[in-house]
Each structure stands twice: as structure tokens, then as C-alpha cells.
């Protein structure tokens, strides 16, 4: 079964483009989350797509979006872009959203795609 | 506001030395805790989930454990090629998100 797979693996860019970040889940996989890793920050939440919809949202700027087609693919953008958004970006996949109550929720990570902004 | 501390930062260990990993977290109900293991490079590798004080899980050399206040990942006789960092994360019943906690990197010599 194939895992979560996130296109393209790197990128370069420059202050002030725009980016975009394609994650497939898991098939059978409906949740699809991303994340921000930076060395000093951690893994930190972005938001969460069930079924086309946002779900959750972390505290990002509005320079973030994302949305998720009907077959459960993702999509990440990232406008006007920052120095300090150089990081890993993670997706990660599950069979539930992370709000519904009494559901084991387990994450999927793909191997995450690696942005560099000059 | 729910919160995970992972310690030790870094960890060395000589191939065969058995220790642990500790992960605290602060949560209005635990809905789960959750560890990972990360390569350089790559994402996280889904490892362990534990829902309960009480509860233990195994897999090869590495064993969880969790009670109300903390999780430990115990790693017996390690070789090599367990050298990775360690990701610990919590679900509260109020989060909508995963928290991670920054990771225990470990480096086992030969």
C-alpha cells in the first residue's frame, strides 16, 4: 500500500514569490494535515482538510492556505514569501479528522518537502 | 494550554546500552500520545499510540509506556541503526491538533 507522497521533495525560491506543495495521502485516508518543521521551532501545526473542508487552522498568517480536492489530494500555498519560511513542510494522512471525538487517530507522514527561500 | 517537554535533548549511546526516553505533557484529556521516530531527511515514522495511564506497547527493542503525567520510550540493547530523533505528540480532548514536543535525539555507536 503506498504511503503519503508529497511533491516536489525540494524547492528554491525567492523573497516575495509564491509556492506551491502537493501532498497524495494514503488511499482510504479522508484527513489530510500539514506542518512547519524548523530546527528551532519543532513540528508545528497548519491546518487540517476532511472531505474538501478546513477543519482546524494553527497560528499562521493568512500567507498560508491550503485546500483539499475531491479525491483527498492536497494542496499547500505559501504567498509572498519570507526568509523565515525556509523549513520542512509535512503532510500527514488519517482516516479520521482529528476533531471527532472517540476516534483513534493515527498520522501518516510523507517525507515532506524541503523549502528554501533566498 | 496543552504542552509536551521531550528530555533528553541528545542522547549517546554505545551499542548494547539500554536506556530511556522521557516525554512530559500537560493536557485536559488525553485522547492519545503518540511516538515517532524521524530520519534525517524524512518525515516522521509512525511508532507507538497509547491511550491510557497504564498502557504499554512493544515493538523489536523499543517499548512504551505511559501514566498520567508522562511517557517513556525504553530502548534495550540498541544498535546503530536505532540512531534517529524521537518525536513524542499529544491529542487532548479539547485539541484539534497534534502537539508535538521537540524530539530526543539519540546516536548509538558501534
Known amino acids: 500500500k503506498a504511503g503519503v507522497t508529497q511533491t516536489p521533495r525540494y524547492l528554491i525560491k525567492t523573497r516575495g514569490q509564491q509556492v506551491t506543495l502537493s501532498c497524495s495521502p494514503i488511499s482510504g485516508h479522508r484527513s489530510v494535515s500539514w506542518y512547519q518543521q524548523t530546527p528551532g521551532q519543532g513540528l508545528q501545526f497548519l491546518f487540517e482538510y476532511f472531505s474538501e473542508t478546513q477543519r482546524n487552522k494553527g497560528n499562521f498568517p493568512g500567507r498560508f492556505s491550503g485546500r483539499q480536492f475531491s479525491n483527498s489530494r492536497s494542496e499547500m500555498n505559501v504567498s509572498t514569501l519570507e526568509l523565515g519560511d525556509s523549513a520542512l513542510y509535512l503532510c500527514?494522512?488519517?482516516?479520521?479528522?482529528?476533531?471527532?471525538?472517540?476516534?483513534?487517530?493515527?498520522?501518516?507522514f510523507g517525507a515532506g518537502t524541503r523549502l528554501s527561500v533566498l | 494550554e496543552d504542552q509536551v517537554t521531550q528530555s533528553p535533548e541528545a542522547l549517546r549511546l554505545q551499542e548494547g546500552e539500554s536506556s530511556s526516553l522521557n516525554c512530559s505533557y500537560t493536557?485536559?484529556?488525553?485522547?492519545?500520545l503518540f511516538w515517532y521516530r524521524q530520519d534525517p531527511g524524512k518525515g516522521p515514522e509512525f511508532l507507538f499510540t497509547?491511550?491510557?495511564a497504564g498502557e504499554e506497547k512493544e515493538k523489536e527493542r523499543l517499548k512504551a509506556t505511559l501514566t498520567k503525567k508522562e511517557s517513556f520510550l525504553h530502548i534495550t540493547a540498541p544498535k546503530p541503526e536505532d540512531s534517529a530523533t524521537y518525536l513524542c505528540?499529544?491529542?487532548?480532548?479539547?485539541?484539534?491538533?497534534?502537539?508535538f514536543g521537540k524530539g530526543t535525539t539519540l546516536s548509538v555507536s558501534s
Open positions: 500527514a494522512s488519517s482516516r479520521v479528522f482529528t476533531g471527532q471525538a472517540r476516534a483513534k487517530n493515527i498520522q501518516y
Open positions: 497509547l491511550y491510557s
Open positions: 493536557v485536559s484529556g488525553l485522547r492519545g
Open positions: 505528540a499529544v491529542l487532548g480532548q479539547a485539541g484539534t491538533a497534534l502537539i
